[in-house]
């Protein structure tokens, strides 16, 4: 399963929590990206460009794939689903799209002390937001994340793609063979 959405919206914390309770592996692309480029993502995007981080993401997603060989839960960066090549490298496998308003997101960013490349000012946030809104919500699912906790957060994925409990903790593996 791969976790989507704006910078702030809990991909991480939820996708680490979620893998716990499900017993599956947890991966994060952008650590994933900076094992494979040897740098971290804010030098990546200070030396190199936005465009060659995009072509790592792609490639790193790509090599991803097709090495998962246990159910995961994949926390993508928040621009990793708005690229169609990336969209169409998911297209087997589900989504779920954790959504909140920009407020909301901007507030989280700004307690958080991680360089965000992309976190510049707040119009210039809140724009870059409603420019991925649409291609966040072509995920399989969308879960509200707004004064929720990641407990909540993680029973509501799992009731939706009915994981807890119901012998369908092969899910991933099953629908990218499209046996969902």
């Known amino acids: ?7 702030g919206s809990g991909k991480s914390s939820v996708g680490h929590e979620l893998a716990r309770r499900l017993g599956w592996e947890f991966v994060d692309l ?62 087997d496998w589900p989504t779920v799209f954790l959504d909140a308003p920009a407020e909301e997101l901007w507030r989280r960013c700004c307690a958080d002390s991680s360089e965000r490349p992309l976190r510049k000012e707040r119009s210039q946030f809140e724009q870059l937001h409603r420019d991925r809104l649409p291609s966040y919500r072509k995920a399989t699912v969308t879960v509200d994340t707004c004064g929720r906790d990641v407990s909540t957060i993680c029973d509501e994925i799992e009731g939706i793609l009915k994981l807890a409990g119901s012998g369908q903790h092969n899910y991933a593996a099953r629908s990218r063979r499209g046996e969902a």
């Open 30 to 91: 952008d650590t994933l990206i900076e094992s494979r480029e040897r740098q971290t993502v804010p030098t990546i995007f200070r030396d190199h460009g936005e465009a060659h981080f995009r072509r790592a993401e792609t490639a790193a997603l790509q090599g991803l794939i097709s090495g998962l060989e246990r159910n995961s839960v994949v926390a993508l960066g928040g621009g990793a689903f708005v690229g169609e090549q990336n969209r169409q490298l998911l297209r």
């Open 1 to 7: 399963m791969f976790l989507v959405g704006f910078m």
